[in-house]
């Protein structure tokens, strides 16, 4: 009887050995997989952005520069007075500890978290707490360079850059460097060669707006005025026909609909003999068949030695005449990062995932889904 409550005693011990042994492997793959994790992980860095069209000193009581902990301290951390037109907060100063943020009875103030690495990529700011771009799409001569973004991350800022619009200030709004350091800066990228091109060589482009119902603005009378007025390369004969355009002719220009503005301009652009074409989102307004019309359109501009750069949201679109695509994420209206040039299905899946996993970074909580059952119960 003694012998067999040994056994079983024994069989007890058995089990709570393994069951501690179970948890002791548990608890060691827990650890290992936390310091993987931490080893991917990329340090970010924080930062503060002032959204102008929100902050309102004249009808706030300050409450930001009230709340500071720095300015508590006693430094200059957010400088507004009641007549200042927006607040300004010194990025070296401040610890990020929100309270501003919070406090702003006018949502004003943003506090951001960027990896790190992107800190020094800055290519353009308008302001101090304004807007920054990092990094820029980079063309290449022969090839159609795709852009894919949201709105307000600065797909504008940087096609104005690439036109030669506006020159990138390396994030130094108020003291905007040389040509001269802005090429060092690009050194070694397609970038210096690009701006080089820009500057020595005269470089020319022409942009097709996003916003083509603002043309009536920049030109009066009639569509083959302005046709006349563009065709450097004198193949708007056939351009009129493939563009279905050649019976507005006679037109006044601002009695256009918006998809006859949008062939029109895709048009004006196709003309004009210049080395750097854009064209900021050709697909509006326009149906399926015009878009495949529009996309051979632009790609018939293509020459070995000219750039090509087209944003467009119509991811098929997109598809079907890049070559590269570039997308662009970040923050609307606070800042923007573009990625590195991926092919075009590669492009199109970073995008579509929200995920680089070239820099390990994440810039959608999820991917985009396109539910076909939705999408075949929509049509039918
Ligand atoms: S950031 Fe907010 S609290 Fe500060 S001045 Fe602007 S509106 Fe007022
Ligand atoms: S985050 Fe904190 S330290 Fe920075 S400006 Fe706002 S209140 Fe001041």
Known sequence: MKDKDKKKETKKEKDKRKDMEKKIKQEQKRKQEEKEEKKNEIPHDRMLIIDKDKCKPKLCEQEC?????????????????????????????????????????????K????????????????????????????????????????????KTTALQILAGKIKPNL?????????GEILKYFHGSDLQNYFTKLLECNYKASIKPQYVESIPQVFQGKVKHLIE???????????????????????????????????????????????????????????????????DCIRDVLT???????????????DYLSDLICCIYGDPSLYGIVTMPF????????FLAGYNSKENTKFRETALDFDIKVLMNSII
């Not at 994030?171 to 040509?179: A, F, I, K, S």
């Not at 467009?312 to 997109?318: R, S, T, Y």
């Not at 092919?343 to 970073?350: S, W, Y």
Request: aromatic share 6%; charged share 25%.
């Open 304 to 318: 070995e030695e000219n750039y090509v750069i087209v944003v467009e949201h119509d991811l098929v679109m997109l």
């Open 111 to 154: 506090l951001i978290t960027i990896p790190a690495t992107f800190l020094k990529l800055i290519v353009h700011r308008y302001s101090r707490n304004g807007f920054k771009l990092h990094r820029l799409p980079i063309p290449k001569a022969g090839q159609v360079l795709g852009i894919v973004g949201a709105n307000g991350v600065g």
């Open 171 to 179: 994030g130094r709004y108020n003291d905007v460097p040389e040509w």
């Open 65 to 109: 520069k009230k709340t500071c902990i720095m300015n508590k301290a006693g430094k200059l951390c957010i400088e507004v007075q009641r007549t200042s037109i927006v607040a300004e907060i010194s990025e070296e100063l401040c610890i990020g500890c929100n309270l501003c943020v919070k406090k702003c009875p006018f949502s004003a103030i």
């Open 229 to 295: 007025k563009k065709d450097q390369k004198k193949n708007s004969e056939a351009l009129l026909d493939l563009l279905e355009l050649r019976h507005l002719l006679e037109r006044d220009i601002e009695k256009l609909s918006g998809g006859e503005f949008q062939r029109l301009a895709i048009l004006v652009v196709a003309i004009q003999n210049v080395d750097i074409y854009i064209f900021d989102e050709p697909s509006s307004y326009l149906d399926v068949k015009q878009r495949l019309t529009a996309a």
């Open 343 to 350: 092919g075009v299905r590669e492009g199109i899946n970073v």
